[in-house]
């Protein structure tokens, strides 16, 4: 018996060894049999998930198709490159406003004119008080020139500022229009008028400079205005100012007047909005000289409320120590500035300071000032300044260089850049130009700026010819820091050019120029157009213009075309 299963375990080891298994798994206990129960019951769980993921892919897949099939994608507007809008028997304001009013990312244009064809039966009505013919605030479409609204104004216009944030109370920006003399306006990016100023709270008195935005003083969430009025029968003779704090939501004044004491002869101008290091608010302007007072101060004197009262805006409870010792104990006013010919006040950001950088323009001197100890930097004497020094990008650094125009004899002016941290000239060339030459502009590349300004480069054709610009003729000329030896000559007009601007109309797309061409207030009506081209169009058909001072080794389709693929930022 025993010599049969050793022989029948020698020829089935397998059969003999699962006998052996399977006596010992009837011989084993309870957790060996849970444990073999756990395993197949992951494995399950391991099914399930896979099934899991599979079906999530397969329902991720079907919406990224319905998205790219199904569900037809938004309609970005179609920018076109060039386009041009024409008014008929029109006169103009001096101005260009470019911003995104209806929101579709590219830039759109306002300006103002008067038309003389509009009749009583026309947008001037009679019964609201308009003349004939009345201005009208316009803007058109910055994809393909269309208008998108026109309204009409009471008053000449003196000042317009747009992409205010809130104003009335909206959700939308708009823009605040300022007339001649009391008219004063909010205009909603569709057209609509928010408020308007009550007249009767400026009765005899004149707006004379641009009102200043301030923070939201009165505690409706709604940025606030400051303006600056004057007695209307004083003239050049006034010797009072009068400050103003209007609310943005609704235009009703914040507190009372305020009246100032001023040097007769000198109207204040230029007003801006100064932060000192500590946080304190000052509102600086150009009174002959350069002055400041506190923005606590006019609050205080016009709400009567102390400024420890506990719900007041927290800017109105700074002060500076620095700053309180330059104050006039008895005025309260801050002398920025000593000359008696100031004429421009700006501010210069500078990264990680409040007050940053003060450049003071006189009629002949150029000068940056530390915005907290107003100690001087630098300073540039010039014959006769044109216009408000332009800020850009020269040299390869974070610090503002300036474009300044320089008008050295009738007729003849010189272009200057000059390097924001030295004040040495990183550049200059000279033109012909009469004084009324229009405005320069800049635009950002990608590390530096790029500067167009207008005039004539002297030749042996004109260089003796003063009365050729009684034909009113000039050039728009470009010039980049990495090219310094030439200019490009970008445009040949014959036209009156009223005001030019550049931008970059789409954010990383393209940039863009704007003339405003026809007749200024006071002269004959005639045609008015509007016309934005790409710079690279413009730049394509350009001539290249070297300067005596220099050379390079690059042919002129090579220059141009390093012009033309010059990327732009915002």
């Known amino acids: 018996m025993t010599e049969n299963k050793d022989l029948e375990a ?18 084993s206990d309870k957790p060996k049999e849970t444990k073999s129960r756990k395993v197949t019951k992951f494995r399950q769980l391991s099914w399930w998930r896979t099934a899991a993921f599979f079906l999530v892919l397969f329902l991720c897949l079907i919406v990224v198709f319905a998205f790219s099939f199904v569900i037809p994608c938004p309609v970005r507007p179609s920018s076109q490159r060039t386009w ?9 304001y001096p101005f260009l406003i470019l911003w995104d009013a209806n929101k579709d990312k590219v830039a759109d244009v306002m300006f103002a004119f008067k038309d003389a064809n509009d009749t009583n039966n026309g947008s001037c009505s009679s019964d609201e008080g308009l003349s004939h013919p009345c201005a009208h605030l316009t803007l058109l479409s910055g994809t393909n020139g269309s208008l998108l609204w026109k309204t009409a104004i009471t008053e000449d216009i003196q000042h317009i500022e747009c992409g205010l944030q809130n104003l009335g109370g909206t959700k939308s920006s708009g823009c605040l229009v300022i007339g001649i003399n009391q008219y004063l306006s909010t205009i909603s990016s569709s057209g609509e008028t928010l408020w ?6 400026t009765a005899d008195l004149s707006v004379i400079s641009p009102a200043l935005v301030l923070p939201d003083l009165d505690g409706d969430e709604v940025g606030d205005f400051l303006l600056f009025f004057v007695p209307a029968d004083q003239g050049i003779s006034v010797n009072t100012s009068i400050f103003l704090l209007i609310s943005g939501k609704n235009g009703d004044p914040i507190g009372e007047k305020v009246y100032r004491s001023i040097t007769k002869g000198f109207m204040p101008s230029s007003p801006l909005i100064h932060i000192t290091n500590t946080g304190a608010y000052y509102i600086l302007f150009i009174q002959g000289n350069g002055q400041g007072v506190a923005l606590k101060d006019i609050y205080a004197q016009a709400t009567g409320l102390p400024l420890s009262t506990s719900n007041l805006n927290p800017i109105l409870k700074k002060s500076d120590p620095e700053w309180e010792k330059k104050t006039d104990t008895v005025s309260r006013m801050v ?25 003071i323009s006189t009629n002949d001197t150029v000068e940056l000032l530390d915005g907290q100890n107003l100690q ?11 216009g408000v020094p332009l800020p850009g990008y020269f040299n390869m650094d974070d610090v503002f260089d300036f474009l300044i125009e320089d008008l050295i004899e009738k007729d003849k002016k010189k272009v200057i850049i000059v390097d924001g941290k030295s004040g040495k000239i990183l550049w200059e060339e000279e033109l012909i130009c009469r004084e009324n030459c229009p405005k320069p502009s800049s635009i950002n590349t990608m590390s530096r700026s790029m500067f167009l300004f207008w005039g004539e480069l002297p030749t042996q054709n004109n260089v003796s010819l003063q009365e050729g610009f009684s034909e ?14 030439v200019i490009l000559e970008l445009r040949n007009s014959t036209e009156n050019v009223i005001a030019f601007t550049t931008a970059l109309f789409e954010q990383n797309r393209h940039a863009g120029s704007v003339l405003l061409l026809g007749q200024p207030l006071g002269n004959k009506p005639g045609p008015l157009k509007i016309i934005k081209q790409k710079l690279k169009d413009i730049i394509s058909v350009s001539r290249v213009r070297r300067l005596k001072k220099g050379h390079d080794n690059f042919s002129d389709d090579e220059l141009k075309e390093y012009f033309y693929r010059m990327r732009y930022s915002s």
């Open 84 to 92: 041009t809008r024409t008014f008929e028997n029109a006169v103009t």
């Open 376 to 386: 001087t930097y630098w300073y540039h004497n010039l014959s006769r300044i044109q």
């Open 472 to 485: 009113k003729s000039y050039n728009l000329y470009m010039v980049h820091p990495l090219h310094p030896n």
């Open 10 to 27: 020698e020829i089935h080891p397998l059969k003999n060894e699962e006998v052996r298994t399977q006596d010992l798994n009837e011989a």
């Open 335 to 359: 002398e920025v500035y000593s000359s008696q010919t100031t004429k421009y006040l700006q501010p210069v950001h500078v990264p990680g300071k409040n007050a940053g950088k003060l450049l």
């Open 196 to 201: 308007r100023l009550n007249t009767s709270l």
